[in-house]
C-alpha cells in the first residue's frame, strides 16, 4: 500500500472534516467529534468543557493533545504530550479549561460506567513525544502504538503521526524522524 498523502491534524476540522457534535458521558457541553480511522477521532473540546461525573471506560484510550490542555484524573496533558490511560482507570475532574484538540483511540468499546472505585488493567502514563528518549527499536507506549525515530517498512498499513508537524497518513512507510505509529485493532 502506497502512503496516502499527508494531512495536517490541526487543520481537519477547519477544512471541513465530517465530525458531530456529542455529549461526553457524565460531561458538560458537548465536544465535536471527527472519525480519522475505526478507532481514532479528532476531539474538539470548548474551552470551559468539564466532566464532574467519576468513572472508567471499559476500553484503554490513547490520547495526543495537539492544541491546548486536557486534565483527566489530575493529570494535565499539553500540546505534544501522549497519554495512555488503561480500562477500568478511575477519571475525575477532567476538563479543557482552555479548550483542546485531542487525537483520541480506544482499544475496544468505550462504553462509560459511573463509578467510584475503579480498578484499572495497567498504569496511566504521560510521555512528551518530542523529548523522551527512543531506545533502539522503537519506544512501546501502548499495546498498538509505539514512538519510533528510523525509517521502516511495515508489514501491515498503520495511522503514521509525525511529531511536531503532526501530520496523519495511513502507511505502510515509515519515515525518518520521530513518528508515532498506531496498528489497528
Known sequence: MAAQALTALIDLLDAGLPGRDVRVPGGGGQVRMSRLTGSAWLVRYPPGWSRAQRGHYLAGEELVVLDGELTVSG??????????????????????????????????????????SDVPDGPTQRTPLDTVVIPEGGLPLTPRSALLDAPVTLDQPAEVVTVPTWTWQLSTLVPEGRVLVRWPA
Not at 482507570?89 to 463509578?115: E, I, N
Request: a neutral charge; proline letters at 10%; one cysteine or more.
Open 75 to 116: 493529570v494535565t496533558y499539553l500540546p505534544g504530550q501522549h497519554g495512555w490511560i488503561p480500562a477500568g482507570a478511575l477519571r475525575h475532574g477532567c476538563s479543557a479549561p482552555r479548550g483542546a484538540l485531542v487525537l483520541a483511540a480506544f482499544t475496544g468499546d468505550p462504553s462509560w460506567v459511573s463509578s467510584d
